[in-house]
């Protein structure tokens, strides 16, 4: 079944495996969700990632990272702009997760950033989602 949302979808499926204590969860391939799926990777919120984009349905596994062996390193992921109610911000007023502990990430005209390499480079975009 297709969803509405492919990005909440990539989100929630992360969401799930670490309640489940999976090690890794596989999930639809797409541009945006590989880019993502990277930046976590760069942040330190997932051990890695395979990009199976040879397959018959091109997917990307994502392998979980858990603190000490236990619990999720990830402790909360949130969808912002959704498909029915998008939520851009200018380069002035890109949020903080949890006064810097987290990470927004955005889609800008530079392409899928983190806030702080949004703000670095000086450009604003839409906020897709907040991970902390």
């Known amino acids: 079944m297709a969803t509405t949302d492919p990005i909440s979808d990539l989100l929630t499926r992360i969401r799930n495996g670490l ?23 760069n942040e330190g919120f997932i051990e890695g990632y395979i990009d199976q984009a040879d397959n018959a349905r091109p997917s990307v596994k994502v392998f979980l990272k858990y603190a000490d062996g236990h619990d999720g390193v990830i ?28 990470v927004a990430i955005l889609t800008t005209p530079r392409g899928v950033l983190t806030d702080k390499a949004a703000r670095t480079a000086g450009v604003g975009g839409e906020v897709i989602c907040y991970v902390w």
């Open 75 to 102: 402790q909360g992921l949130k969808r912002v702009s959704t498909p029915s109610r998008r939520m851009y911000v200018g380069k002035d007023e890109i949020p903080r997760v949890r006064n810097g502990l987290g």
């Open 19 to 41: 309640m489940a204590r999976h090690k890794s969860v596989t999930v639809p391939r797409s541009k945006i969700k590989l880019e993502i799926v990277k930046i976590l990777k």
